[in-house]
């Protein structure tokens, strides 16, 4: 066996430098802290790594990722079972625990890596479904891994075979062997076979070791860490702030510039297409795909160049490629190794906007609107307190004391369609008896739209006006109609010191119909289907509140759409998107709308003004002759309040 020990050190020696080389690259990123909460960390690294719930959310390829998963480990113990028993003579492998576990418990797994190896290769090379990557090397760890698995019950059978092992059949595989190659082979061909294998063997195994750390097979160890590293906070809040008194660049246009788990996100990407499978831009037809993007960082950061530029050295991260995000978060959501896709696009946006002034012109012209008029509705005549019509609301002054502020939004207030829901929801607010007010004109963007876009100068400058007109009224609690103001709150306004308290106005009606402050008079007689907005569900885990509400209205569920809760489809109004004119043939609205159109509800539902607005008009395109309604959960609650039809 002393040989077998001289080969191994040279073998972990060639993958520990293969680790360090991936690893180096880390260390020219800027710092970031990933090692708070590790109670919380561990708890996720159950869920994600070792259970792989987002892994097994793919039936076919969860399947058999989850055969090759736990068979990689028990064969991997079974190994380190035998070398402590027979290498360092320590007497485990006896009685039942070798019956049991060593022999029939490992045989059944060893089998089931066996088929879940062949399970991958029958996907990859008859399937072919394009969110895979296909590389030579892919098809090479699928052939070795095969390769190890099945001379092990080769050499298993033959040592059975060739001792008259009476404890072979509890190994069902390696038994079965022995029969088919006692007939075959004498005792002496046996032994043979049986050494010349085991060195075949062992020697595939120590190559593929050593291997293993320069190719995708390094995520076996890498992915678990960055599931570990992964962000914690909500999606919503993943955004780092920009220090604008010690940076020389704003924004990320190199690799240096990034921090260094953004590095480590790269090396964790496994190739399995997730995100851009589930990414709308790209299911619309448009060029982004975030795998891509993580790829080609990955290939760039391999190149050993930290400060090379990024932006344009390859399609994936042109300039068109990164206009078209909707920052939905779908490919955060999506990735079961918590990589993180859309801080890296908000990041390189950044440089395009504030070192280098290179941007849709549409969205030029909603960023310039922000800052000269706090709104981005460039050429609107409507004001903020149009929407309030007849309805007797205060406006929170100084000197003023309310319960709630009423935040109306930017798009609630300013667009007529969905001025409709701002007054539905004032409405249920003052018949619930809610002492809440609002600030009318003073009322200004919170800036979301400079964030998203990239500009995050004018984010912070408007997010400190905001913060310091409310604390001098003494605002404590928010409600908000907007998904996207209520996220501005809740997770990036305290970092700028904004602490308040804030709830969406389907989370707030909800707690009000619970208390008995707001009693429906009967339900709606319609079939309604939720569409979950990106800000409340995915960026901010808000999933039942709305349905709640619908639910009270017409006094059953909502209908569920095939894309719902954390994998609903982006309405295509996030990012700036819903600035900006979009191919008629590219439109992700019109693929939500066709999605809701054929749930058959005559409703679709809404929860945020964005949604109402892309949604609305596509539902319109798509309905054809059968007429189907879009309505905030406001409006449909207020409608079974106030028994309206």
């Not at 291997?211 to 995708?216: L, S």
């Not at 809404?606 to 607005?613: A, I, K, L, R």
């Given at each position: 066996?002393?040989?077998?020990?001289?080969?191994?050190?040279?073998?972990?020696a060639?993958?520990?430098?293969?680790?360090?080389?991936?690893?180096?690259?880390?260390?020219?990123?800027?710092?970031?802290?990933?090692?708070?909460?590790?109670?919380?960390?561990?708890?996720?690294?159950?869920?994600?790594?070792?259970?792989?719930?987002?892994?097994?959310?793919?039936?076919?390829?969860?399947?058999?990722?989850?055969?090759?998963?736990?068979?990689?480990i028990?064969?991997?113990?079974?190994?380190?079972?035998?070398?402590?028993?027979?290498?360092?003579?320590v007497?485990?492998?006896?009685?039942?625990?070798?019956?049991?576990?060593?022999?029939?418990?490992?045989?059944?797994?060893?089998?089931?890596?066996?088929?879940?190896?062949?399970?991958?290769?029958?996907?990859?090379?008859?399937?072919?479904?394009?969110?895979?990557?296909?590389?030579?090397?892919?098809?090479?760890?699928?052939?070795?891994?095969?390769?190890?698995?099945?001379?092990?019950?080769?050499?298993?059978?033959?040592?059975?075979?060739?001792?008259?092992?009476?404890?072979?059949?509890?190994?069902?595989?390696?038994?079965?062997?022995?029969?088919?190659?006692?007939?075959?082979?004498?005792?002496?061909?046996?032994?043979?076979?049986?050494?010349?294998?085991?060195?075949?063997?062992?020697?595939?195994?120590?190559?593929?070791?050593?291997?293993?750390?320069?190719?995708?097979?390094?995520?076996?160890?890498?992915?678990?860490?960055?599931?570990?590293?992964?962000?914690?906070?909500?999606?919503?809040?993943?955004?780092?702030?920009?220090?604008?008194?010690?940076?020389?660049?704003?924004?990320?246009?190199?690799?240096?510039?990034?921090?260094?788990?953004?590095?480590?996100?790269?090396?964790?990407?496994?190739?399995?297409?997730?995100?851009?499978?589930?990414?709308?831009?790209?299911?619309?037809?448009?060029?982004?795909?975030?795998?891509?993007?993580?790829?080609?960082l990955?290939?760039?950061?391999?190149?050993?160049?930290?400060?090379?530029?990024?932006?344009?050295?390859?399609?994936?991260?042109?300039?068109e490629?990164?206009?078209?995000?909707?920052?939905?978060?779908?490919?955060?959501?999506?990735?079961?190794?918590?990589?993180?896709?859309?801080?890296?696009?908000?990041?390189?946006?950044?440089?395009?906007?504030?070192?280098?002034?290179?941007?849709?012109?549409?969205?030029?012209?909603?960023?310039?609107s922000l800052?000269?008029?706090g709104?981005p509705?460039?050429?609107?005549?409507?004001?903020?307190?149009?929407?309030?019509?007849?309805?007797?609301?205060?406006?929170?002054?100084?000197?003023?004391?309310?319960?709630?502020?009423?935040?109306?939004?930017?798009?609630?207030?300013?667009?007529?369609?969905n001025q409709?829901?701002?007054?539905?929801?004032?409405?249920?607010?003052?018949?619930?008896?809610?002492?809440?007010?609002?600030?009318?004109?003073?009322?200004?963007?919170?800036g979301?739209?400079?964030?998203?876009?990239?500009?995050?100068?004018?984010?912070?400058?408007?997010?400190?006006?905001?913060?310091?007109?409310?604390?001098?009224?003494?605002?404590?609690?928010?409600?908000?109609?907007?998904?996207?103001?209520?996220?501005?709150?809740?997770?990036?306004?305290?970092?700028?010191?904004?602490?308040?308290?804030?709830?969406?106005?389907?989370?707030?009606l909800?707690?009000?119909?619970?208390?008995?402050?707001?009693?429906?008079?009967?339900?709606?007689?319609?079939?309604?289907?939720f569409?979950?907005?990106?800000?409340?569900?995915?960026?901010?885990?808000?999933y039942?509140?709305?349905?709640?509400?619908?639910?009270?209205?017409?006094?059953?569920?909502?209908?569920?759409?095939?894309?719902?809760?954390?994998?609903?489809?982006?309405?295509?109004?996030?990012g700036?998107?819903?600035?900006?004119?979009?191919?008629?043939?590219?439109?992700?609205?019109?693929?939500?709308?066709?999605?809701?159109?054929?749930?058959?509800a005559?409703?679709?539902?809404?929860?945020?003004?964005?949604?109402?607005?892309m949604?609305?008009?596509?539902?319109?395109?798509?309905?054809?002759?059968?007429?189907?309604?879009?309505?905030?959960?406001?409006?449909?609650?207020?409608?079974?309040?106030?028994?309206?039809?």
């Amino acid at each position: 066996m002393w040989l077998m020990y001289a080969l191994l050190v040279p073998t972990l020696a060639v993958a520990a430098y293969g680790f360090y080389h991936r690893i180096k690259p880390w260390f020219v990123g800027k710092p970031l802290d990933r090692l708070d909460r590790p109670a919380q960390r561990i708890v996720r690294l159950l869920k994600l790594g070792l259970l792989q719930q987002k892994t097994i959310r793919e039936r076919y390829a969860g399947f058999f990722h989850q055969m090759i998963f736990w068979g990689f480990i028990v064969l991997f113990i079974a190994t380190t079972v035998v070398l402590i028993d027979y290498d360092f003579q320590v007497p485990i492998m006896r009685g039942a625990f070798y019956l049991y576990f060593q022999s029939f418990f490992v045989d059944v797994l060893g089998l089931l890596f066996l088929v879940g190896i062949a399970l991958a290769g029958w996907r990859r090379w008859w399937f072919r479904p394009p969110a895979l990557v296909y590389t030579k090397e892919a098809s090479l760890i699928l052939a070795l891994l095969f390769v190890i698995g099945a001379t092990g019950f080769l050499i298993e059978g033959w040592r059975i075979a060739a001792t008259n092992d009476p404890w072979g059949a509890w190994s069902p595989v390696g038994n079965v062997i022995a029969k088919i190659s006692r007939p075959l082979f004498s005792e002496d061909a046996l032994l043979i076979l049986h050494r010349s294998f085991w060195w075949l063997h062992m020697g595939t195994t120590f190559a593929f070791l050593a291997w293993a750390p320069y190719t995708k097979m390094a995520h076996v160890l890498l992915s678990p860490a960055n599931i570990y590293l992964g962000n914690l906070d909500p999606i919503g809040g993943s955004l780092k702030p920009v220090d604008f008194e010690s940076s020389e660049i704003f924004g990320v246009n190199s690799l240096a510039q990034f921090t260094w788990k953004d590095l480590a996100d790269l090396d964790a990407c496994t190739e399995c297409g997730r995100c851009t499978a589930s990414c709308p831009a790209n299911n619309s037809g448009k060029p982004l795909s975030p795998r891509d993007i993580i790829l080609d960082l990955q290939k760039l950061s391999r190149r050993g160049e930290p400060q090379a530029p990024l932006i344009g050295a390859t399609v994936s991260l042109s300039s068109e490629s990164l206009w078209n995000c909707t920052t939905c978060a779908a490919c955060v959501e999506a990735c079961p190794v918590s990589i993180e896709q859309l801080p890296k696009i908000i990041d390189l946006r950044r440089h395009l906007v504030m070192d280098q002034a290179e941007f849709p012109e549409m969205m030029q012209d909603a960023l310039g609107s922000l800052e000269n008029r706090g709104h981005p509705f460039r050429g609107t005549q409507a004001t903020r307190l149009d929407w309030v019509g007849d309805l007797d609301i205060p406006e929170w002054g100084e000197g003023q004391t309310y319960d709630v502020l009423y935040w109306v939004g930017c798009a609630g207030a300013l667009v007529e369609r969905n001025q409709k829901t701002v007054r539905a929801t004032a409405q249920l607010l003052k018949t619930a008896g809610v002492r809440f007010a609002i600030l009318g004109r003073d009322e200004k963007c919170t800036g979301d739209l400079a964030r998203r876009i990239g500009n995050e100068f004018l984010f912070e400058t408007v997010a400190k006006e905001n913060i310091e007109r409310l604390q001098s009224l003494g605002v404590t609690k928010v409600v908000t109609s907007c998904p996207h103001c209520f996220n501005t709150f809740a997770n990036e306004y305290p970092r700028l010191g904004g602490a308040f308290e804030v709830q969406h106005h389907s989370v707030f009606l909800a707690d009000l119909v619970r208390n008995g402050r707001l009693k429906p008079s009967r339900a709606i007689e319609e079939t309604v289907t939720f569409h979950d907005p990106c800000y409340l569900g995915r960026h901010n885990g808000e999933y039942d509140a709305p349905r709640e509400l619908v639910q009270i209205s017409i006094g059953k569920d909502p209908i569920e759409m095939p894309r719902s809760r954390e994998r609903s489809f982006c309405c295509g109004g996030g990012g700036g998107l819903s600035f900006v004119e979009e191919p008629t043939d590219q439109r992700v609205s019109h693929r939500r709308a066709a999605e809701a159109v054929e749930s058959g509800a005559d409703t679709v539902a809404v929860g945020c003004p964005f949604c109402m607005t892309m949604l609305e008009d596509a539902v319109n395109a798509k309905s054809g002759d059968r007429p189907v309604k879009v309505k905030d959960v406001a409006e449909i609650l207020w409608q079974a309040v106030n028994q309206q039809a």
